[in-house]
């Protein structure tokens, strides 16, 4: 069984800043489950996507370590931001 949510969001960069940094991709795969997640700028918009597959939905315990690596992982790119700088 898999099932893959995909999300994508658009933002639009507010007149008078321009994008100073934006998160680096990510790509997580295991045998259990993959994530993966980039934000690309395309003018003056914000484009994020992701995708998050699940293909196993019992892991065995001799795989928790890397479970818990994979949710970290997810965890850690959902804290993510794009930062703004006003332009001079």
């Given at each position: 069984?898999?099932?893959?949510?995909?999300?994508?969001?658009?933002?639009?960069?507010?007149?008078?800043?321009?994008?100073?940094?934006?998160?680096?991709?990510?790509?997580?795969?295991?045998?259990f489950?993959?994530?993966?997640?980039?934000?690309?700028?395309?003018?003056?918009?914000?484009?994020?996507?992701?995708?998050?597959?699940?293909?196993?939905?019992?892991?065995?315990?001799?795989?928790?370590?890397?479970?818990?690596?994979?949710?970290?992982?997810?965890?850690?790119?959902?804290?993510?931001?794009?930062?703004?700088?006003?332009?001079?």
């Amino acid at each position: 069984m898999t099932f893959v949510p995909v999300v994508f969001l658009l933002g639009t960069i507010p007149a008078g800043y321009a994008v100073d940094d934006i998160p680096p991709p990510v790509d997580a795969d295991y045998s259990f489950a993959s994530y993966h997640a980039k934000t690309v700028v395309n003018g003056n918009v914000v484009d994020y996507s992701r995708t998050f597959e699940v293909r196993e939905l019992s892991v065995p315990v001799d795989k928790a370590e890397d479970l818990r690596k994979f949710y970290r992982t997810i965890a850690s790119d959902e804290r993510n931001t794009v930062v703004l700088k006003p332009i001079p």
